[in-house]
């Protein structure tokens, strides 16, 4: 591999994905965190969160299951999805939580997990694509995928499209389904390398991570278009919780842990807080029927120059549902 190859592949992820993470922190510096107004009464409607028994999952499944709507938690730890459901219902209130168990990594366990909750007999309102990883070393799902691709993207992409009848089935006008999908402001620096999804010709956590963000804002686009032209009343939107201090950064390099411990007490969100926009967009009345967004901070953002490419989304679509077997 020459100079500027392993340059353009390694390098400058690195120093894209660092140079948006100070962006977002001097944002955080000097811009109070989005706070939740009164929300809507969510009894009898039903959500999925994925990764809701940690972090900024935890904080959403909490909240949607305090206003009284039924969330299941999807996750791979069933001892922590058991520890969470147990919490969330000593405070819900009305609401009611359990857990199923999901692994992302694995096409065959979302296959699995979507037939356990369709056989339950439940609507679906509420589909919060939460859980991730970051900055892993090089590694790869159970089908060989890229693990940041296939386990932040690919597995959503997966489950939203095996969930998307029951949500169909339940969005009403005046009280629409929901698609949120976790982005990050990564994606600013992200690169859709169609050739080489699983970066096999050069490795990089950072370019494969913000691949994988950006993957989930063109999936957000593609999908609000095409659910918008069959005239159903689903949204879909992209939220980015802004830097949070959540175990997502323990695979930072050692230099980049000893300054995040002191920066992260100062200028990161607390869960809650990075929760916030999430919760907003899955329940808020101002969002009855608004799709195709990206949001941060509790308001509507324009995302990368990338991301409205309406090629890159049909292209990026198409070679997905070939990859997991749609």
């Given at each position: 591999?020459?100079?500027?190859?392993?340059?353009?592949?390694?390098?400058?992820?690195?120093?894209?994905?660092?140079?948006?993470?100070?962006?977002?922190?001097?944002?955080?510096?000097?811009?109070?965190?989005?706070?939740?107004?009164?929300?809507?009464?969510?009894?009898?409607?039903?959500?999925?969160?994925?990764?809701?028994?940690?972090?900024?999952?935890?904080?959403?499944?909490?909240?949607?299951?305090?206003?009284?709507?039924?969330?299941?938690?999807?996750?791979?730890?069933?001892?922590?999805?058991?520890?969470?459901?147990?919490?969330?219902?000593?405070?819900?209130?009305?609401?009611?939580?359990?857990?199923?168990?999901?692994n992302l990594a694995s096409l065959k366990s979302v296959r699995q997990f979507v037939q356990r909750f369709k056989s339950t007999g439940l609507p679906l309102h509420v589909l919060v694509n939460n859980a991730g990883v970051m900055l892993l070393p090089q590694g790869q799902t159970e089908e060989g995928f890229e693990?940041?691709?296939?386990?932040?993207?690919?597995?959503?992409?997966?489950?939203?499209?095996?969930?998307?009848?029951?949500?169909?089935?339940?969005?009403?006008?005046?009280?629409?389904?929901?698609?949120?999908?976790?982005?990050?402001?990564?994606?600013?620096?992200?690169?859709?390398?169609?050739?080489?999804?699983?970066?096999?010709?050069?490795?990089?956590?950072?370019?494969?991570?913000?691949?994988?963000?950006?993957?989930?804002?063109?999936?957000?686009?593609?999908?609000?278009?095409?659910?918008?032209?069959?005239?159903?009343?689903v949204t879909s939107n992209a939220v980015d919780p802004g830097m949070v201090d959540t175990n997502l950064y323990e695979n930072l390099c050692g230099p980049a842990q000893l300054a995040k411990a002191p920066v992260a007490k100062l200028l990161f969100r607390t869960p809650a807080q990075g929760a916030s926009t999430?919760?907003?967009?899955?329940?808020?009345?101002?969002?009855?029927?608004?799709?195709?967004?990206?949001?941060?901070?509790?308001?509507?953002?324009?995302?990368?120059?990338?991301?409205?490419?309406?090629?890159?989304?049909?292209?990026?679509?198409?070679?997905?549902?070939?990859?997991?077997?749609?």
């Open positions: 591999m020459g100079l500027w190859s392993y340059v353009n592949r390694h390098l400058l992820p690195f120093l894209r994905m660092y140079l948006v993470g100070m962006k977002v922190l001097l944002y955080q510096l000097f811009h109070r965190s989005f706070a939740l107004s009164v929300l809507p009464n969510q009894n009898g409607r039903v959500a999925i969160v994925t990764g809701g028994a940690r972090g900024m999952g935890y904080e959403i499944s909490r909240h949607l299951a305090s206003l009284g709507m039924h969330v299941v938690i999807a996750g791979n730890v069933e001892e922590e999805g058991l520890d969470a459901v147990k919490k969330i219902q000593e405070e819900a209130g009305e609401g009611r939580v359990e857990f199923l168990y999901l693990v940041h691709f296939g386990l932040n993207y690919l597995g959503h992409f997966l489950l939203t499209n095996l969930l998307l009848d029951a949500l169909k089935r339940s969005g009403k006008h005046g009280t629409c389904s929901r698609i949120v999908n976790m982005s990050s402001a990564t994606h600013y620096g992200g690169r859709m390398i169609m050739d080489d999804l699983n970066g096999r010709s050069c490795y990089s956590a950072h370019g494969s991570y913000s691949q994988s963000k950006l993957a989930l804002v063109l999936f957000t686009y593609h999908l609000q278009d095409m659910l918008t032209v069959g005239g159903y009343h999430a919760i907003y967009a899955a329940t808020a009345s101002e969002m009855e029927e608004v799709g195709g967004c990206y949001l941060f901070n509790g308001c509507k953002t324009a995302s990368s120059e990338s991301s409205y490419d309406t090629e890159l989304q049909a292209e990026l679509w198409k070679k997905s549902c070939a990859l997991v077997g749609l």
